[in-house]
Structure formats: C-alpha cells, structure tokens
Nanobody, 124 residues
C-alpha cells in the first residue's frame, strides 16, 4: 500500500523559506514521477512541480514558482523535498505530494496516490 506523508508546513513571512518533505513508502518508487501540488482556499488544485525519481535532474516547475522552488529526493530516506524560497502570500495553500507511474505529467488526475497535505501560510 502506497503511503505518502508530507511535513514541514507552517507560517512564514513573505521573503522567507520553508522545506517540505514527503516520506514515501509501500513500494519501490524508482519508476514513479513524484509531484507537488497546492490548493488555495476556493481554488482548484494546481501543479507546482515534479521530479522523476530515477533521474533527479528531470524536474519541471510551474511558471509561478520557477526559480524560487526546487524539488529533490533522497533515495536512502525514500523522501522527496520541496524547497521553497522567496515565498510570497500567493504561495499560501495546502501542499500535497503525489505519485504517478505516468512520466512527465502535470495533470493531477494522473496521480493516483496522494498525501494528506500540509498547510503553508505566507504572511505579508
């Protein structure tokens, strides 16, 4: 059974940084795409970025976070990270980690496995 557990959310001032973690378990993820999504109140869930587990150089980011957010993974810990720098209030939302066997996909409907989410609040 696939289990994804996010952590690291919190309240931060604009301009600050946070690092989210996603601990993955239940199977071997070497063939998976690990995605990060977020959802603000009253808005649809949106793509933030992804990493191909087997090739950590294969990443992609939404334009809104490009240059500020970085996704990485630690094989030994079976964990994916989302490093968020230069945070702005518009980054506020619940952040979700997700896993998919589709490659290079930004579509949430192609991710069958989801974590419970972690709240990120950026104050102005």
């Amino acid at each position: 059974q696939v289990q994804l557990v996010e952590s690291g959310g919190g309240l931060v001032q604009a301009g600050g940084s946070l690092r989210l973690s996603c601990a993955a378990s239940g199977r071997t993820f070497s063939r998976y795409t690990m995605g990060w999504f977020r959802q603000a109140p009253g808005k649809e869930r949106e793509f933030v970025g992804y990493i191909i587990w087997s090739d950590s150089s294969s990443t992609n980011y939404a334009d809104s976070v490009k240059g500020r957010f970085t996704i990485s993974r630690d094989n030994a810990k079976n964990t994916v990270y989302l490093q968020m720098n230069s945070l702005i209030p518009e980054d506020t939302g619940v952040y979700y980690c997700a896993a998919s066997t589709y490659t290079l996909t930004m579509k949430p409907e192609r991710y069958p496995y989801w974590g419970q989410g972690t709240q990120v609040t950026v104050s102005s």
